[in-house]
């Protein structure tokens, strides 16, 4: 289930911390019950608040537990569900044969099942998912799912998904280069379309005026249809769509000769596709932060059940003796009031200061604590998931992001111990974070890693970058700079330019296997950090071709 699906529930619009507590409560109520079809669906429903805030780990994962539960008690309906679900997870995550097994499974599991709605659902997942991915080699299959599919809606008159079958038909013929049934289905569709089904319509439209353009070269034609959705659209008011249009109609004046209303058309298809970027970025920080609430919230929480449980084992004591110390407390108080007030008054602007300093350092080392402990809890716990798959790619991530949270967490440790809380003493810190390096490499002695760091204090702002640049760099060495059991060594270099004044170089590199040429561009996670931590630092990176791999930054501190 997509975002434009899951609109309507009413739990879309609460924040996710919120649909969490409320679904673990009920979670409680049916295990008390021993209600396992409402324990999945809570697992399913947790699963898909998960999926649409973009946490496609989590969502996993949840959905995995109702799986179990499912399996558990035999329920076929929910194992079609959870399936079908999961199979959805796996393709946010690009994990696309994970995608295949699971959706096959849903259907195996819906025909035994033998409930219609659940064929349609599962029939609908696989066949979407194979008109992407396997259209050359499986156009038999998708096109059986498909009727059966079909079939089944017809039977229980199901409005939506007659919709949806038959735009999945049109975007089957459209792939087998069949144009005249495409237009057909895809007028079929649009007929089909009432006003509640405005984004469909939407669709649907662009894709015509698509067929009109591309398969039947017709752009003027063509047109009418992409101005009609553009229309439509102002009812949605979706960027995604707009943007969408105006490249549309750019390409299609440009077709009929029209380069003025096909640039015009060009300049607000960049306009939009600008704001779904800054757009995307925004959700991003407001996911992390989302997250980070979250997690402070929790603490709180515990914190106080804590203290609740404690309180409630001490009340009866304490009040007895608040009734004993009351009186006692109280002609204290009026003997302190005039022994103490002269004091008071004359240390009263002196206290006021002490006691402020003394509140803001308590904080201080209160949030240390906290978000310290968070760090070591999530390195711990990516630590042990690492210990616990035996896939080696999702070790490796692990074990990746676990030198990450490392490299931050070294940071936050070096900053509450100095004198000040900007500057970092780079000796130190990248010493720190080549330790878990130096633990990880226990199991290799024919690796080692030698560190040339020059005496430096950098601000915080730009160690933290080159820390994870170091760290990342050190990660892409050890993987695949010593297979098998060859030896060698890492270098970590930190040192002054040796002509430009005010620069520094930082170079990592090492004496194995080297790099190829065409990879040295890679697009990959590691690198892609890497060459963003850069641009932060204001420096490039620049690749070396010697013996083993090498890679240079020159930066200058100051900026």
């Known amino acids: ?108 599991i819906a025909d035994r099942l033998g409930a219609k709605d659940a064929k349609i659902y599962a029939y609908l997942n696989l066949a979407r998912f194979m008109l992407g991915k396997d259209m050359p080699q499986k156009k038999e299959r998708i096109f059986t ?38 237009l057909t289905y895809r007028n079929k569709t649009l007929n089909l379309c009432g006003p509640e089904q405005t984004f469909y319509k939407l669709t649907t439209l662009i894709n015509i005026g698509r067929l009109y353009r591309d398969c039947f070269h017709e752009p003027a034609k063509a047109l009418s249809y992409f101005e009609q959705a553009l229309d439509s659209n102002r009812k949605v008011n979706s960027l995604e769509q707009y943007r969408e249009g105006y490249s549309d109609l750019a390409i299609t004046y440009n077709m009929l000769g029209k380069y003025m209303e096909a640039y015009q058309n060009y300049v607000r298809y960049e306009a939009f596709k600008d704001s779904l970027v800054n757009m995307d970025k925004q959700v991003q920080v407001t996911h992390l932060i989302k997250q980070y609430e979250t997690e402070k919230k929790q603490e709180r929480i515990d914190k106080l059940n804590v203290e609740n449980e404690l309180e409630h084992e001490s009340a009866t004591n304490r009040k007895k003796v608040i009734w004993f110390l009351s009186g006692f407390v109280l002609l204290s108080i009026i003997l302190l009031f005039f022994v103490r007030r ?37 390195s711990s716990l990516l630590a042990l998931q690492a210990d616990a798959t035996d896939k080696e790619e999702v070790k490796q991530a692990l074990r990746i992001g676990e030198s990450r949270i490392h490299a931050m967490s070294a940071m936050h440790e070096i900053l509450f111990g100095s004198n000040t809380r900007l500057e ?31 005496p430096a204090s950098f601000h915080s702002r730009i160690a933290l970058p080159l820390a994870l640049i170091v760290n990342e760099l050190i990660t892409n060495s050890i993987k695949y700079a010593f297979p098998g059991e060859n030896t060698g060594v890492i270098q970590v270099i930190l040192e002054k330019h040796a002509t430009q004044a005010g620069m520094w170089v930082l170079c990592v590199n090492d004496n194995g296997i ?24 204001g420096g490039k990176l620049k690749v070396i071709h010697k013996k083993g791999a090498g890679y240079e930054l020159n930066f200058n501190p100051e900026i």
């Not at 809606?153 to 999945?168: F, M």
Request: glycine share 6%; net charge negative.
């Open 1 to 108: 289930m997509k975002k434009d699906e899951m609109a309507g529930y009413q739990f879309q619009k609460l924040p996710l911390d919120t649909i969490k507590q409320r679904l673990n409560r009920g979670m409680k109520r049916a295990e008390g019950l021993h209600d396992s079809m409402s324990i999945c669906s809570f697992y399913l429903i947790l699963s898909q608040a998960y999926e649409y805030n973009g946490l496609y780990v989590e969502a996993a994962r949840e959905d995995l537990k109702g799986l179990k539960v499912a399996e558990q008690s035999k329920d076929l309906n929910s194992q079609v569900n959870l399936n079908v679900f999961l199979s959805i997870i796996h393709q946010d995550l690009m994990e696309t044969e994970q995608a295949r097994k699971t959706g096959e499974e849903g259907v195996e």
């Open 424 to 454: 970092v003493d780079m000796e130190i810190y990248l010493n720190k974070v080549l330790e878990f390096y130096k633990e990880v490499l226990e199991a290799r002695p024919d690796v080692k890693i030698a560190a040339h760091l020059s």
């Open 145 to 182: 799912l498909l009727s059966q599919a079909e079939e089944l809606t017809k039977v229980i008159d199901d409005k939506q998904n007659i919709i949806v079958v038959t735009g999945l038909f049109a975007s089957y013929y459209t792939r087998t280069g069949d144009c005249e049934k495409a």
């Open 342 to 378: 002269a004091y008071r008054l004359k240390k009263k602007y002196a206290d006021v200061l002490i006691a402020e300093n003394e509140h803001q350092e308590i904080l201080f080392q209160e949030v240390h604590h906290r978000v310290n402990n968070s760090l070591q809890m999530i």
């Open 514 to 537: 080297g790099l190829p040429t065409e990879s040295a561009g890679s697009s990959g996670l590691g690198l892609r950090l890497v060459n963003l931590m850069a641009r932060q630092v």
